[in-house]
């Protein structure tokens, strides 16, 4: 049986000693992480520079309001952080997933 975890289990609290550290989990959880930031870059790349920065670009008055806020959640940063981190906890509620994903966000 595979002790690999899965992204679909409910979240629980580790409370030290549970992690499994046997050597073929680590390529696992690598390869994991690293599909999971290139995800996180491609997903900022096309939400964020193709979406938000064009429409502030091409239209006047979604620049009035896209540039305001942008500067004021870049200045407040926790604003930010909580309104994303929030929004991935929902996307699962109680799963791994949605942790991971505001993780890496």
């Known amino acids: ?54 429409l502030a670009a091409k239209s006047r008055r979604a620049e009035v309001i896209l540039v305001p806020l942008l500067d004021f959640l870049q200045s407040v940063p926790i604003l930010g952080f909580s309104i994303t981190i929030v929004f991935f906890l929902q996307l699962t509620p109680g799963r791994v997933a949605g942790a991971e994903l505001a993780a890496i966000s």
Do not use: E, I, K, Q
């Not at 690598?30 to 939400?47: F, I, K, P, S, W």
């Open 1 to 54: 049986m595979s002790r690999r975890r899965r992204t679909d289990w409910p979240v629980r609290s580790r409370t030290g000693g549970d992690a499994d550290l046997a050597g073929a989990v680590g390529p696992h959880r690598l390869c994991r992480t690293h599909r999971a930031a290139h995800a996180d870059r491609d997903a900022g790349l096309v939400l964020f520079t193709f979406t938000y920065a064009t």
